[in-house]
């Protein structure tokens, strides 16, 4: 029986309660109710509710390259993440292959050290011959490897207070009732103690695989590997997922490797004749197949599945996290399919249509743009309907602040705004793509173009912000660039209409899809990893938002800026009515704007004047609250709060106030605490102010003007995709220019390197010719 043949930790009743196979509570509120057994999550952001979970550990998984031993430094990683979703409140089991290859292993080493003795004793020297290793049954390695594999999992498991137990089975137990039934309630028993089952095909005794033996119904599986034991213990358990582990990415449609192999994130059971399946692992009994076979099994009998990889370095110490997580790891099987396209569908089609859109002469770009402009004020009533859809939401659920609200909020107004920006853009869309840069005449009838091309894939991702959509859509049509745009769920009945809007005005000239709104649940890291086929990220909202892109991006640039740290510098020379002015702008006008003053810093000559009282007096006015620098709160005998950092971005009617004694300290200052954004001084002394001028490195500096210049619609760029405070590529308000990149193009009159050798006919000109637009029919398309 098997409660006969389990083995509960090999340890002593003392060392039981030492560690922990004590019957402890599970903190349930950490992990939500398990769903309904009977069918499966639809989504992968649902696989955080699973409660009770498989992981299946494939051969090519545990084992080690050389097929004879285990892979200890993966397996571990392992059962670090499973111990710690155990220890949050999920109930883990863990089917296991291994035992073959550990046994391999011993078994080889006894038998080496068997010969090696007997040659010794016979030959009565140190010489011994060669070597040559019998071929070893698997059901012996088994045998003498299944204690040890156990062994080795208790052993890494009472690291983290973890109790195990071992469960052995074969087919039988599974077609017999009874014993089903005393396997079930043995599974059952140990994780209600909160002990983690280890279960494994007992191979020491199971017969071979039959050849025709298959998947057979919900209620028939034969078990012929640890894919189809899994699958069948996952159903019979009612487990909520199934882990599988292998030493591939996932599913792909075709073998992996191959030139058009795409991984497949999200497989439905009606995709099965769109597969084409490659040949098995290097250890191992099944394959892909059987582990496509049996994750269809399990999701038909109610448990999610996901296949990934256990093997890669780089994500095997969270692979079981992320998957739990709801990250996009491996392949995620879902009995229901979206109505839509896939997210990589979406870019896919946008990129397609993007090459068209930049091949376009400019004036039908402009008339797309120019387009959208008349829709947003000749639909302003649809578009308002659904805005006022989402204000009542947000208002209601009562948690957005005021700032965030007013983002929001769209108006008739605005939407003028919106538009004149748009018709300016427009006009710029007409010298944008394919404008010649440079032209040299490399040699006779040899001559080099550098010419303006779209950058590609753009993926921008704003928050609460729906009038971001149209001019960044605007944007991209006038740079030629394809656009992926990502919203957030709180403008969602505004962004869909206005999509709709500029979709309806590509369609003029068939480019419908260069604009893609992404509205399934696609979390923002998983958009981030999509480096194949995304070629700038661009964040629109919180700082917050802006470090958690680029701490997600894997290996796509990001254009943007974490911080909006901004300084205001009133020299002693400043004009009395030009300070008021200016700092009650920079502060005041919008607080949560990333360009508002978030430091004023005052010359030291200004403290105790005429002016520094009115300074303060027109803050108090404006409900401003100070926070004093260190020097600042030195100088007064009852200070403000002390500021708890010079480096904060505050995003409301607050500020730190600190005294410096000279443009240069300013400077200074400024290099130590800012963010690189936008900084003001303001000053009558000419020599001061272009010192100052030169001297900071900011994207945007200013003499006696607001920081809230510091706006792509203000510097008459029409609009803006965001600042960015990199140091390469576009810098400051970033427009259209800065959604375009370059090429080089060649033309010669078969032209060879050789012609310029030593030996050669030809020599090097290098002259400059004039710049301009390419001739008609040269246009580039990217």
């Given at each position: 029986m098997l409660l006969q043949r389990l083995a509960l930790c090999s340890r002593t009743s003392v060392d039981l309660q030492r560690h922990v196979c004590q019957l402890r509570t599970r903190p349930l509120t950490q992990v939500a109710q398990r769903k309904a057994h009977g069918s499966s999550f639809a989504h992968r952001s649902e696989l955080r509710h699973a409660k009770r979970i498989v992981v299946k550990l494939g051969s090519a998984v545990v084992t080690r390259g050389d097929e004879c031993g285990l892979a200890l430094g993966r397996l571990a990683s392992i059962v670090e993440q499973v111990a710690m979703l155990q220890n949050q409140g999920r109930e883990m089991m863990i089917v296991t292959s291994g035992a073959v290859a550990f046994g391999k292993q011993r078994l080889r080493h006894e038998i080496l050290l068997s010969q090696s003795v007997r040659q010794a004793l016979h030959s009565g020297h140190n010489q011994l011959k060669d070597m040559s290793l019998p071929v070893l049954e698997a059901r012996a390695c088994a045998a003498a490897g299944q204690s040890g594999l156990m062994a080795l999992y208790e052993a890494m498991f009472t690291q983290y207070s973890t109790c195990t137990a071992q469960v052995l089975v074969t087919n039988l137990d599974f077609h017999d009732d009874d014993k089903r039934q005393n396997l079930n309630s043995t599974l059952q028993e140990l994780l209600r103690m909160n002990i983690v089952p280890i279960i494994n095909t007992n191979d020491a005794v199971v017969p071979p695989p039959e050849p025709n033996s298959d998947l057979q119904g919900v209620n028939v599986i034969s078990i012929k590997d640890n894919d189809s034991l899994a699958a069948r213990l996952a159903v019979e358990m009612k487990a909520d997922l199934l882990v599988a582990l292998s030493d591939v990415e996932g599913l792909y449609n075709s073998p992996p490797g191959t030139d058009d192999a795409k991984l497949i994130d999200i497989f439905y059971p009606g995709d099965q004749q769109s597969i084409t399946y490659g040949t098995k692992s290097r250890v191992g009994i099944g394959g892909m197949e059987a582990k496509v076979k049996a994750a269809l099994w399990a999701l038909q009998g109610g448990t999610s599945v996901v296949i990934a990889n256990g093997t890669n370095p780089k994500v095997t110490g969270h692979v079981i996290t992320d998957i739990v997580e709801g990250k996009k790891v491996g392949t995620f099987f879902s009995e229901i399919k979206p109505a839509g396209p896939?997210?990589?569908?979406?870019?896919?089609?946008?990129?397609?249509?993007?090459?068209?859109?930049?091949?376009?002469?400019?004036?039908?770009?402009?008339?797309i743009i120019c387009q959208l402009a008349e829709l947003l004020t000749e639909r302003k009533e649809e578009i308002l309907a659904a805005n006022k859809l989402d204000m009542d939401l947000a208002v209601n659920t009562g948690h957005m602040p005021q700032a965030m609200l007013k983002r929001l909020s769209l108006s008739p107004?605005?939407?003028?705004?919106?538009?004149?920006?748009l018709r300016q853009i427009a006009v710029a869309a007409q010298d944008s793509v394919g404008r010649v840069l440079r032209r040299t005449r490399v040699a006779h009838n040899l001559e080099l173009e550098q010419i303006t091309v779209p950058i590609g894939v753009l993926l921008v991702i704003f928050e609460a912000r729906p009038d971001c959509l149209p001019q960044v859509s605007a944007l991209a049509i006038a740079s030629g660039n394809a656009l992926l745009l990502k919203g957030g769920k709180e403008a969602a009945n505004t962004n869909r209409v206005l999509h709709q809007l500029t979709q309806e005005a590509l369609s003029m000239h068939g480019v419908t899809e260069a604009v893609q709104l992404v509205s399934t649940r696609e979390e923002v890291e998983d958009l981030c990893r999509l480096d194949k086929i995304i070629d700038l990220i661009i964040p629109r909202g919180s700082s917050q938002l802006v470090r958690d892109i680029q701490r997600a991006a894997k290996g796509i640039p990001v254009m943007g800026h974490s911080e909006g740290i901004c300084h205001v510098y009133l020299d002693a020379d400043a004009s009395i009515d030009k300070v008021i002015k200016i700092v009650r702008d920079s502060?005041?006008?919008?607080?949560?704007?990333?360009?508002?003053?978030?430091?004023?810093?005052?010359?030291?000559?200004?403290?105790?004047?005429?002016l520094f009282d009115q300074i303060i007096d027109m803050l108090r006015t404006e409900r401003v609250k100070i926070h004093a620098g260190p020097r600042f709160a030195s100088y007064l005998t009852f200070s403000p709060s002390e500021a708890k950092s010079l480096r904060t971005e505050y995003g409301d009617l607050e500020c730190c106030m600190e005294v410096v004694d000279s443009m240069q300290e300013a400077v200074d200052h400024i290099h130590k605490y800012g963010s690189s954004h936008t900084d003001v001084i303001v000053t009558e002394n000419e020599d001061t102010a272009e010192q100052f001028l030169q001297q900071l490195d900011s994207a945007c500096v200013f003499w006696n003007a607001s920081s809230r210049f510091a706006d792509g619609y203000r510097f008459g760029l029409g609009a803006e995709v965001g600042i960015s405070t990199a140091r390469i590529h576009a810098r400051g308000p970033v427009g259209l220019e800065g959604l375009l990149t370059t090429k080089w193009v060649l033309r010669g009159d078969g032209h060879t390197a050789a012609d310029f050798s030593e030996h050669g006919t030809m020599k090097y000109l290098h002259e400059s010719l004039p710049v301009g637009q390419p001739l008609a029919g040269q246009r580039d398309s990217n």
């Open positions: 896939t997210v990589e569908q979406q870019t896919e089609m946008a990129r397609n249509s993007g090459r068209t859109l930049a091949s376009l002469p400019p004036e039908q770009r402009s008339e107004s605005k939407l003028n705004s919106l538009a004149i920006g502060k005041c006008d919008y607080p949560a704007a990333c360009n508002a003053m978030e430091t004023l810093l005052i010359h030291r000559d200004i403290l105790r004047t005429p």
